[in-house]
């Protein structure tokens, strides 16, 4: 009995944890799909697992944006840079980041990024106002450019060429 109300109570604890991942599905301007990306909770902010295809080889800016809208060709629909706190753009600025402000990732030869694994300590999938869900959720957006860490309002990071609605 004492082991059947264990499980029972640790079954019970892992379902909220179970219940904060979303998974998102990427476009280009052209409305095709590039990839995907898998949102769940860490330890401290959000893991979000990449997969893409089809995109320009090299370094790239991915950030979160405010508005869960992604219409192509420009993805300017994203709005700016999810900013909740009302800080500086940049990782490397001491009056930053913005909660949307992750770290670059980098597209192989073949256009191809596998199990991209990038942290953002500054958001979460709950109900706080850094949460990507916020206001009806938000937009994964990828730029054509490195993020540069440090200039304000976009680290300097270009196009945005691919984008994902986060909704719950």
Not at 33 to 55: C, F, P, T, Y
Not at 96 to 110: K, Q, Y
Not at 139 to 152: G, N, S
Request: charge should be neutral; include cysteine; hydrophobic fraction near 35%.
């Amino acid at each position: 009995m004492k082991i059947e109300r264990l499980c029972l109570l640790l079954v019970s604890f892992s379902l909220p944890l179970l219940a904060h991942t979303t998974k998102i599905e990427l476009q280009d301007g052209s409305g095709k799909k590039v990839g995907s990306a898998n949102l769940k909770r860490a330890a401290q902010g959000v893991e979000i697992k990449l997969n893409v295809h089809d995109l320009p080889a090299g370094e790239h800016a991915l950030h979160v944006h405010q508005n869960p809208r992604c219409d192509p060709p420009d993805f300017k629909s994203a709005g700016p840079h999810f900013n909740p706190e009302g800080k500086q753009h940049g990782l490397d600025n001491p009056q930053g980041p913005h909660a949307g402000d992750i770290p670059n990732f980098i597209i192989d030869h073949n256009g191809k990024a596998k199990n991209v694994i990038v942290t953002d300590p500054n958001l979460t999938l709950g109900t706080a106002k850094n949460s990507v869900f916020s206001n009806g959720g938000t937009a994964l957006v990828i730029h054509d450019k490195p993020d540069d860490m440090k200039t304000d309002p976009t680290g300097n990071s270009g196009d945005r060429i691919a984008c994902g609605v986060i909704t719950k």
